[in-house]
């Protein structure tokens, strides 16, 4: 078989395609050269190992991953990508990871954000496509404030860094990466005490076949300890995989 899942996936399908857009390190990020790399894209490769394939990311832009999926572009979503009630109406689902949400805002937290509520009157900066806009259309409806969308999460922090806003909405994980690469220059002013969950998505058609697979392995990689591995490596809250 050309891809696990698709035509009816075999137990030792050699490669296992999913779509991933590379914008949200460290998750996954692509370099100037085109490669994609991150934590999506270790735990793939260890993932489809689990039953003797080679996984391959199919560059997809975020809000096409679903449609991507269930067009047989690709065999999965693998893309720091939220479980959703509506994405589950799409599409099956197995979860690998939790994430709190977090505002990323400038070092010393100068415009003050230490809740939802003090985005009044800022500017605030989010990945489009993702849970994360859905959420500040709503709160901007109710509080008032300058909602700016971007294609990539690091687009969104960067307007931060810049001074464009005020603050970015996004995840424990983006945060990680991006103190990282900018010391001293941003902190989280508030983080969500709600947790999200990181999904696995496959099309329904497939559910005893490749989803099946991916249960198993997802919890293999669990159990082996795998998961903390490519957390410490990435710098990832090695409670967010357990």
């Not at 894209?41 to 489809?48: E, G, Q, S």
């Not at 479980?83 to 949400?101: F, I, L, N, W």
């Not at 990323?104 to 989010?126: C, E, F």
Request: charged share 20%.
């Amino acid at each position: 078989l050309a891809a696990a899942g698709s035509a009816g996936a075999s137990r030792h399908a050699t490669t296992f395609k999913y779509c991933t857009d590379p914008t949200f390190p460290p998750m996954e990020l692509a370099s100037p050269s085109g490669a994609i790399t991150g934590f999506d894209v270790d735990m793939a490769v260890k993932l489809a190992a689990t039953w003797g394939g080679v996984a391959k990311p199919v560059k997809t832009a975020f809000p096409g991953l679903i449609p991507a999926l269930n067009a047989k572009r690709c065999d999965a979503v693998i893309s720091g990508i939220f479980v959703t009630p509506d994405r589950m109406k799409q599409a099956g689902v197995v979860s690998y990871m939790e994430s709190h949400r977090v505002l990323i805002v400038k070092a010393g937290n100068p415009k003050g954000i230490h809740s939802p509520n003090g985005l009044k009157g800022k500017v605030v900066a989010v990945q489009a496509g993702t849970k994360y806009e859905e959420y500040l259309k709503a709160l901007k409806a109710k509080l008032g404030f300058t909602l700016q969308s971007y294609p990539g999460d690091t687009d969104a922090v960067a307007q931060v860094l810049l001074g464009r806003a005020d603050a970015v909405l996004t995840q424990d994980t983006s945060f990680a990466y991006q103190a990282k690469q900018h010391p001293g220059k941003i902190a989280i002013g508030f983080t969500f005490a709600a947790k999200d969950s990181f999904g696995i998505y496959y099309r329904k058609a497939d559910a005893s076949t490749l989803g099946q697979q991916i249960k198993d392995g997802v919890a293999q990689l669990k159990s082996s300890g795998a998961l903390v591995k490519i957390a410490n490596k990435y710098k990832v809250p090695v409670a967010d995989v357990k």
